[in-house]
């Protein structure tokens, strides 16, 4: 159930440089780092039905 959540987690990136906003997976995070953009937000979506295994 976890990894499904970080499947389905989303980070809304800045470039503070020139204000461009984008939203990426934690898969493509590092690359848009390395290009300069920085962590704004991370969005964490509610997986939906039980937490019992």
Same mark, same amino acid.
């Given at each position: 159930?976890?990894?499904? $959540? =970080?499947? %389905? /987690?989303?980070?809304?990136?800045? =470039? /503070?440089? =020139? !204000? $461009?906003?984008?939203?990426?997976? #934690? /898969?493509? %995070?590092?690359?848009?780092? $390395?290009? !300069?953009?920085?962590?704004? #937000?991370?969005?964490?979506?509610?997986?939906? !039905?039980?937490?019992?295994?």
């Amino acid at each position: 159930m976890q990894d499904q $959540a =970080n499947d %389905l /987690k989303k980070y809304v990136m800045i =470039n /503070k440089t =020139n !204000g $461009a906003r984008i939203k990426c997976t #934690e /898969k493509y %995070l590092v690359s848009w780092l $390395a290009r !300069g953009f920085e962590v704004e #937000e991370i969005i964490i979506p509610q997986v939906k !039905g039980s937490l019992q295994s």
